[in-house]
């Protein structure tokens, strides 16, 4: 009985001891280095920044063997050109205009990767302007005259000249700088603009608004204020024609924009409000009204005058 006892227990020990064998070896797996690493990447504002690996995008977060490259692709906004790599918090020194980085997967250690965008100073701007019907806009840099579409040298205190020379004498100017009307340089006709030293473009519109009286014999007949509102006009409201005069009168008037263009045509007629204009699609900038208006007997009056500047 003894022996079958030891024989009894020495299988128990055994079944122990293989049990354990078993459980060191699932333990000596586990703890063997891992076959890919974590690879995170994130990006500043004023750009984007994607990873691929053998061609295929990865996510943030992704897992990636061990002995692949993993390529990093940055896409920097407009104007934000320089660009500043971290990988594992420490900063990449390398040219500050490297689109694409590779990284080697070399141990199964967590890789990540940070860029950020900054702005570079450009060298030159882009300076474009027009004038309206009724007059001229010129521009020069020290002195040497360019012409719309230019690019100038920016910063050292450059500026722009633009000079505006309405057809008729003593007409009045209006000044719009990258879509937004210059109110101190109305009726100047000289616009200086300095190059800023980042480069921005440079926009500027000159419109002019010429006012032609009627024959004399038919001031008195006609006499009477023509006048427009609201203005500033706001794109997608409406701006009503007033007469104030004694007689009633009616015609065809032309809306154009600071170039000229025609881009609507309003009936008006009667005394008080005689008609509105819908900007409704309209974009901003300056616009005048033209047209040849008369009363019932027959007497005429030219108009020509600024209707307002739309924002």
């Not at 007409?171 to 800023?196: A, H, Q």
């Not at 030293?197 to 023509?226: H, K, M």
Request: glycine share 10%; net charge neutral; proline share 5%.
């Amino acid at each position: 009985m003894r022996k079958g006892v030891f024989f009894t227990s020495a299988k128990k020990t055994a079944a122990i001891i293989s049990v354990a064998a078993v459980l060191c070896l699932f333990s000596a797996a586990r703890a063997q280095p891992s076959d890919s690493a974590c690879v995170t990447f994130r990006w500043g504002s004023f750009g984007t920044l994607t990873a691929a690996v053998d061609g295929v995008p990865i996510a943030s977060g992704d897992s990636v063997a061990v002995g692949k490259f993993v390529i990093f692709t940055a896409a920097p906004s407009n104007g934000y050109d320089k660009i500043r790599w971290w990988v594992n918090g420490a900063e990449i020194p390398s040219d500050t205009t490297l689109y694409t980085l590779p990284i080697l997967i070399g141990r199964a250690v967590p890789h990540n990767v940070v860029v950020s965008f900054e702005r570079v100073p450009s060298e030159y701007a882009v300076v474009t302007f027009r004038g309206g019907s009724f007059g001229t806009l010129t521009a020069a840099v020290d002195g040497v005259p360019i012409v719309s579409g230019d690019s100038v040298a920016a910063g050292k205190n450059k500026n722009v000249i633009f000079t505006a020379v309405p057809d008729k004498k003593n007409g009045k100017v209006r000044w719009t700088m990258n879509g937004e009307e210059i109110p101190d340089y109305i009726n100047v006709y000289t616009l200086p603009v300095k190059i800023s030293d980042d480069g921005a473009p440079i926009d500027v519109t000159a419109s002019f608004e010429v006012y032609i009286e009627p024959p004399e014999d038919q001031i008195e007949l006609l006499s009477g204020v023509l006048t427009f509102g609201p203005s500033p006009v706001r794109s997608g409201g409406e701006v009503a024609i007033f007469w104030d005069g004694d007689k009633e009168i009616g015609g065809d008037l032309l809306v154009l924009s600071a170039l000229g263009d025609v881009v609507a045509k309003v009936s008006v007629s009667g005394v008080g409000k005689i008609g509105a204009w819908n900007t409704r699609g309209v974009a901003s900038g300056a616009y005048l009204v033209r047209g040849m208006l008369k009363d019932k007997d027959g007497f005429k009056c030219r108009v020509l005058m600024l209707v307002g500047v739309v924002r």
